[in-house]
Every structure is written in C-alpha cells, then in structure tokens.
C-alpha cells in the first residue's frame, strides 16, 4: 500500500512524535537540573515545568500538523519547480503566499495521478525537527536562564533557520518535493517567526511593536479570507526577488536579538529599521490580491 494513510507512514508518524517528545523531555531534565533556569514570578510550578507549558503546545502543534496532512505526503502535478525550501522563509519577510501553486520537482505532467510516498521521507523529518527546535525557544517565554543557558534560545532559533536551507536541498536533491513537504515548512517558519520574537519580547529584548511582524501574516490571511467570503476578487501573487532576502534578515535578526551579544537599545534601534521592510511588503503584497495595485508594479 502506498498511499498517505498507508500502515507505514503512520508508524514513522508515531515515531517521529515519540522522538520529538524523547528529544524535549531530555532538555526539559537538564533544563530542571541547572541553576541557571530561575523561575519567573508569579506562575506556579519549577523553571522547567514553566518552560514544559509552551514548549509542549508548540512541540504538539507540529505534531498534530503534520499528522493533519499526512494525505498531503504526495507530488503536487500542476507545476515542475520546486521551491520548499524557501516559501516559509518568504511568508516571515512580508509573503502573503500559502502554499499556492506548491512546487514539486518532476511530479509529471497534467492529468497524472500525483505520486504518494509511504514515508515521511528525511526532508520532513528535518522540517520536524525544526520544529522541535522552535518549541524549545517557545519555553522560554516564561522563563529566563542565566549563565551559559542564555545562549540556548539563540542556538536553537539559529540551528532552526539554518536547517531551513537544508530540508528544501534534501527533497529536491532526492527527487521527494512533496506537498506535505511543503506545508509543513511553512507551518514551522510560521511558528519560529511567532515565537521567538516573543521571547525576546517577554526578556525585554525587543519592542513589543516588533510582534507586528507576526501579525502581520494572520492579518493578511484574514484580510484575503473577507475577501473571499465576500465573493471579491483575489488575484494571485508575482514572485517577488525581495522576500528571500528579507526573511533571511529577519531570521539573522531574531537569533542576534535573542542572543547575549548586544545592548539592548542598540537592538530596540535595529528592529525598527529591519522591521519596516517587511511590514512594507505585507502592505503591498495585500494591495495586490487585493486588486488595487497592478502586479506588475511591485517592483519585486
């Protein structure tokens, strides 16, 4: 059996959850067992059950995403480029694109049936793991380490977006671009993007504007989504050579900002200037689906 919902992709399914759970339970007990996890006040429980909150919600919200669309494990026919890697990516830096046209190498011509995998597949596993990487950044929202431990959001949220560039490398480089692929590396930028500014928020890091640039994506999707509802027009979205870019200085950003490397003013001044283009885009790229403005006068 072959198909999405086949024995063996469940299996890896549950065993990916299991060692994603493994994997952030293993920190949680180091986490528990350093002095330099002291518990923020007023919320009950140890440092590590605080952290165990939101790194759970998150770590299950990857889980349950990727169990949601285990059919989606198939080769998307309506196009022969494939671009996995980077549509999430492009969603952080002001990208209104959800995985419209998903783009998968050599899936065959029109009016195939899309080939199904029965695993997961090592490029999903990455995208997983990612995943699991921004759930460990998610904890600490609600606490604070000191010491070396600082350094561990950082880490984290940096290995996240670095492997960013590998998942997308490793389904194309094995001919297994995937639709599932594809959705799950956008639903894992989408939460790195969301929780890691937070964190730096909560410290104290970054302005609490900044989160803006998290809303920015919910308020597109509700913006298109009225549209819709409303039987208004939704025109498609160019490429853009400008959101690649963008969301790698977000990302680059974010990690120095969550890092112990720079005063804090110095950072609260640089968010607003690596704040405002993106947000620019947003505008622009919801002018365009919008009908407003002429796809072809984004310039990029």
């Not at 959800?98 to 597949?121: D, N, Q």
């Not at 389904?171 to 937070?198: E, I, N």
């Not at 969550?258 to 950072?267: F, G, K």
Request: hydrophobic share 45%.
């Amino acid at each position: 059996m072959t198909g999405a919902r086949s024995p063996r992709l469940r299996r890896q399914w549950r065993g990916g959850a299991l060692a994603l759970a493994a994997a952030l339970t293993a920190l949680g007990v180091a986490l528990d067992a350093s002095p330099a996890l002291p518990r923020l006040p007023g919320l009950p429980g140890s440092a590590a059950v605080q952290w165990a909150v939101p790194t759970a919600a998150a770590g299950g919200f990857v889980v349950w995403f990727c169990r949601r669309h285990l059919d989606a494990n198939r080769r998307d026919p309506t196009t022969g480029t494939s671009e996995e890697g980077s549509r999430a990516s492009e969603e952080g830096s002001g990208t209104s694109e959800e995985g419209s046209g998903t783009s998968e190498e050599g899936s065959g011509t029109e009016g195939e049936r899309p080939r199904r995998y029965a695993t997961l597949g090592l490029a999903n596993a990455v995208t997983v793991a990612r995943g699991g990487l921004f759930a460990a950044v998610a904890g600490f929202a609600a606490v604070e380490p000191a010491g070396r431990v600082v350094w561990l959001p950082a880490l984290c949220y940096g290995t996240g977006c670095l492997l960013d560039l590998a998942d997308g490398a490793i389904a194309r480089r094995r001919g297994r671009t995937t639709v599932l692929g594809a959705k799950l590396d956008m639903a894992v930028d989408t939460l790195g993007f969301l929780v890691a500014p937070v964190v730096a928020v909560v410290w104290g890091r970054l302005p609490v504007w900044y989160l803006s640039l998290s809303a920015a994506r919910y308020l597109f999707k509700a913006g298109r989504g009225y549209r819709r509802a409303r039987g208004r027009p939704v025109y498609d979205l160019p490429s853009s050579a400008v959101r690649r870019p963008l969301a790698g200085v977000q990302m680059a950003f974010i990690s120095v900002a969550l890092a112990p490397v720079l005063p804090v003013a110095t950072v609260r001044a640089l968010a607003a200037v690596v704040l405002a283009p993106s947000l620019a885009v947003f505008a622009r790229d919801y002018l365009v689906v919008s009908g407003r403005l002429s796809a072809g006068d984004d310039g990029g």
